[in-house]
């Protein structure tokens, strides 16, 4: 009758989707396009990562004292 929202994708599916694609299908422009779409994310996701891990650092330093 409803159709009831999808529940969120967990993270390791949309990895598990990239890794299952076909390249073989994928031109050099387009394999080109998604080298610079994956390195722009790993900049994206490393940065997260820095901020977090500096957050964290100062959360713990300031509940050492």
Do not use: C, V
């Not at 529940?7 to 387009?30: F, Q, T, Y």
């Amino acid at each position: 009758m409803f159709d009831e929202p999808e529940p969120p994708r967990r993270k390791s599916d949309r990895l598990a989707e990239l890794e299952a694609e076909d390249l073989d299908k994928l031109s050099i422009g387009e394999l080109d396009g998604r080298i610079d779409a994956l390195e722009a994310e790993l900049k994206r996701t490393r940065e997260k990562r820095q901020g977090a891990a500096s957050f964290r650092a100062a959360a713990d330093n300031l509940f050492r004292k």
